[in-house]
């Protein structure tokens, strides 16, 4: 009894730790965010704003101030480049991973897939530049998508085809037997029983799109392509660094894919659980 109470006891005390470590810097942006120049420069630091200013907030939500059509632009590029790239990903990733799980595709075709994505993103860098130049794509949110789509493409694939290979076969074969083809099977039988899949695989390509960085600093050079991560690194290039105003393009970036979690939290668990075990 005593030993199942401190197990307990302990199991409480390491859940409580990991979420404060997970939430500390979280917190600790948001005070950043509504705390003045001063409170933020104080020696010692104040740990608490000795008055909320939220005047950040309305600068970067208007659109006829500077920061605030830099930081709505690069919003919408970040939603447009992630959003679109998620969607051409799981299009082609879904009858990619149903033939490598059920069609008996060759498995090295995918390690293959796979190995694109370990390689450091520099060394695309040269070619991608020179392609993309010679076709006049550069600076545009286009390019940024099909650049997602690529990065995407192979890890959508994988995640799907393990939570493909623990759904009952009989259903399927139930339904051949009947007639039904395959892309018929595929649309009606086999997606209902991978929608948690699909929930989850959608969010995480979405969160790597969303925070991709390198490629969108290389590929972009103004308002009309740029996404919030770059967005966020030209607001501290300046001389003097406003970090409360970088600490509000923080918080209002995390709310898109925050809100996405929120949304799919219940089929991202049960997803990501189906296909951890097989059988």
């Given at each position: 009894?005593?030993?199942?109470?401190?197990?307990?006891?302990?199991?409480?005390a390491a859940a409580?730790?990991?979420?404060?470590?997970t939430?500390a810097p979280?917190v600790?942006?948001v005070?950043?965010s509504v705390?003045?120049p001063?409170d933020?420069t104080?020696?010692?630091?104040?740990?608490?704003p000795e008055q909320?200013d939220l005047?950040?907030y309305?600068?970067?939500?208007?659109l006829?101030?500077g920061?605030?059509?830099?930081?709505?632009?690069?919003?919408?590029n970040?939603?447009l480049?992630?959003g679109?790239?998620?969607?051409?990903?799981?299009v082609v990733?879904?009858?990619?991973?149903?033939?490598?799980s059920?069609?008996?595709?060759a498995?090295?075709?995918?390690f293959?897939?796979l190995?694109?994505?370990?390689m450091p993103?520099?060394?695309?860098?040269l070619?991608?530049?020179?392609?993309f130049g010679?076709l006049?794509a550069?600076n545009?949110?286009?390019?940024?998508?099909?650049v997602y789509?690529?990065?995407?493409?192979?890890?959508?694939?994988?995640?799907?085809k393990?939570?493909?290979?623990?759904?009952?076969?009989?259903?399927e074969?139930?339904?051949f037997?009947e007639g039904?083809s395959?892309?018929f099977t595929?649309?009606r039988?086999?997606?209902?029983?991978a929608l948690?899949?699909i929930?989850?695989t959608?969010?995480?390509s979405?969160?790597?799109?969303?925070d991709e960085?390198f490629?969108?600093?290389?590929?972009?050079?103004d308002?009309?392509?740029?996404?919030?991560?770059?967005?966020i690194?030209?607001?501290?290039a300046?001389r003097v660094?406003?970090?409360?105003v970088i600490?509000s393009v923080?918080?209002l970036?995390?709310l898109p894919?925050?809100i996405?979690?929120?949304c799919?939290?219940?089929f991202i668990v049960?997803?990501l659980?189906?296909?951890s075990?097989?059988?």
């Amino acid at each position: 009894m005593k030993r199942s109470w401190f197990a307990s006891l302990a199991l409480y005390a390491a859940a409580a730790a990991l979420t404060i470590f997970t939430l500390a810097p979280l917190v600790w942006l948001v005070l950043m965010s509504v705390s003045s120049p001063t409170d933020l420069t104080a020696v010692p630091l104040n740990w608490w704003p000795e008055q909320v200013d939220l005047s950040r907030y309305g600068t970067l939500l208007n659109l006829e101030n500077g920061s605030g059509t830099r930081f709505l632009s690069a919003l919408r590029n970040s939603i447009l480049t992630a959003g679109g790239a998620t969607v051409i990903a799981l299009v082609v990733a879904i009858p990619a991973a149903y033939a490598f799980s059920r069609r008996d595709a060759a498995l090295i075709l995918l390690f293959g897939f796979l190995a694109t994505i370990m390689m450091p993103p520099i060394t695309y860098i040269l070619p991608l530049y020179e392609i993309f130049g010679s076709l006049g794509a550069l600076n545009k949110t286009v390019t940024l998508i099909v650049v997602y789509c690529a990065m995407l493409l192979p890890f959508a694939t994988w995640l799907m085809k393990t939570n493909i290979d623990v759904l009952p076969v009989e259903v399927e074969q139930a339904a051949f037997m009947e007639g039904a083809s395959t892309a018929f099977t595929l649309r009606r039988i086999v997606l209902p029983l991978a929608l948690p899949a699909i929930a989850a695989t959608c969010m995480l390509s979405f969160l790597v799109a969303w925070d991709e960085f390198f490629y969108a600093l290389i590929f972009t050079s103004d308002l009309q392509a740029k996404t919030l991560p770059v967005a966020i690194a030209d607001f501290s290039a300046g001389r003097v660094t406003d970090y409360g105003v970088i600490a509000s393009v923080g918080v209002l970036a995390t709310l898109p894919p925050a809100i996405l979690a929120i949304c799919f939290q219940r089929f991202i668990v049960s997803g990501l659980a189906a296909g951890s075990v097989k059988g």
